[in-house]
Structures are given as C-alpha cells and as structure tokens.
C-alpha cells in the first residue's frame, strides 16, 4: 500500500526541514502522506515527530529519551542524546512511555519512514495542550538541542485537520455533501495557509474563528515556533477528505501534507 502512494505521488524531493502530515488509517489518508514523505531528503536519518495526544493517559507534554518501536517493517529506536537535551530545555516536557503506550498519531508515521529510510533514529513528542506558550516552549526546546548536539534532523506534526460531523460534535454548516466538502477545504486551506506563512499565531486565530476541530494545534504549533529563523516557506502538497474513500457524508475528516523548507 505504501509503495502504491508513493508511486502515485507526484512530487520532487525538496530541502525539507519540517512538515505536517496526517495520522489516519493509511487507506484514507495515504495519498496525502505520501506526498509530504516522497518530498523528503534521502540523507536524514533522525526524525523528531510531534504528535497529539487522543488517548489523554500520561503528561500532557511526554517525550522518550530511550527505547524501540516496533511496526511490522522492523524497528525504529529513539536518539537518546537529542531527545535528552530536548527534555533538558523544556519546562513544560516530561519523560513519560504511558503517554505514548496507547497513541497512534506518532507510530503511524514509522512505517513510511522505514520504506524511505530502512534505519533511522527518532524523537516522540505528544502534546495534549494547545496553547501557545507550551508549543513555544516545546519548538525552542528543539531548537536547542539541534544547536547543543549538531544533529541534523527532520521535524514533522502529526495533524490531521477538520473533523465534520455529529459523531465530531461540529456541524457549522447543514445542506447537501458538497456544502459540506466546500466548507472543509475552505478551512483546512485557510489553515494551511496559515503554516506555510509560518505563523503559529495566525494558525490558532484560523482555528478559533472556524472553532474548528484541526487535533494537532499543539503539535503543529510548536513546529513552527522550532522553524523560527529556520524555515523560509511552506507548501501545501496536497488536501484530500475521507469521503473519497468512505463516501460517508456525516463523517468526513480532512488531511493536509505541508512541507516546509
């Protein structure tokens, strides 16, 4: 399955130092996913991945210093020397697996960087929070520790973006599918265009003035406060819904891939 997104993903492999990439089940979400990890450069082998926390167990703020995950392609294990001089620069980051143990946002992202990398070495971050200065906090506490340790690494959010329907709990507008669809890419773009401006600050207003349901704010956030005087721009890769697969219309999640160079 991966190889048939990847395959089918039309897109060039950018100088990439960041990006947002959705965490759903593959069969819905891949093809966006597929743009932003076919983008990548070939010569990184550290990842540090922030991701949401669904589950709510653990630190709001939780981060690994050691350990292997496991996905069906092998495994992936933790670069304990950046995520301990990431843990050391925070106030807000605790050293915490349970937060981890019953979260999807950040595995889910393994096995696409073990088709494109094989090994590699990564951080997990996952943020129950939203607010601004806990992602500021987290997104330099990054950036010191690539300034301590000189490690070279790529830095993605795990998000994906408006969650419409009842079982949501966010229904704004009522008509037919493609009311509904329109209203979902007017946000999610809006959104985007917040982040490939690079501007945490414009992102949350976006999502205050929709009150929209985009689950990685916290995550997303801090990427872009790391990419302060870092990044130059971002670009939207691509937008898709899981309606193009599941074709329900009360229950349709958007997904963005942003690279950000």
């Known amino acids: 399955m991966l190889d048939k997104f990847l395959r089918r993903a039309d897109v060039d492999v950018r100088d990439v130092v960041g990006g947002v990439v959705p965490h759903a089940g ?4 891949g093809k966006t996913q597929a743009h932003v990890y076919k983008s990548l450069m070939e010569d990184i082998n550290t990842f540090v991945i922030l991701g949401p926390s669904h589950a709510g167990t653990g630190a709001s703020e939780a981060i690994m210093t050691s350990g292997m995950w496991k996905t069906p392609l092998g495994g992936a294990r933790i ?3 950046l995520a301990e001089a990431i843990l050391e620069n925070s106030e807000y ?3 915490d697996y349970t937060a981890h143990n019953q979260e999807h946002s950040i595995e889910v992202q393994l096995p696409w960087l073990q088709k494109r990398y094989g090994n590699f070495n990564f951080v997990p971050i996952s943020m129950a929070e939203s607010e601004l200065d ?3 906090d987290v997104g330099r506490a990054i950036k010191k520790a690539r300034e301590e340790t000189d490690t070279g690494f790529i830095t993605l959010a795990s998000s994906d973006f408006t969650h419409f329907g009842a079982s949501y709990g966010y229904q704004p507008v009522t008509g037919g599918i493609s009311k509904k669809l329109d209203f979902i890419e007017k946000v999610d773009r809006e959104a985007a265009s917040a982040i ?3 501007s945490p600050e414009t992102f949350v207003d976006v999502v205050e003035k929709y009150d929209t349901t985009v689950c990685g704010v916290g995550p997303i956030s801090a990427l872009l406060y790391y990419l302060e005087d870092i990044a130059s721009r971002g670009t939207l890769l691509d937008h ?3 309606f193009e697969v ?3 219309k009360n229950s349709i999640v958007g997904y963005c891939g942003i690279i950000i160079e």
């Open 26 to 29: 593959y069969m819905y979400c």
């Open 79 to 81: 670069d304990t020397d």
């Open 93 to 95: 980051l605790e050293d």
């Open 134 to 136: 806990v992602a500021r």
């Open 196 to 198: 490939e401006k690079l």
């Open 240 to 242: 898709s819904t899981s």
């Open 246 to 248: 599941s074709k329900n």
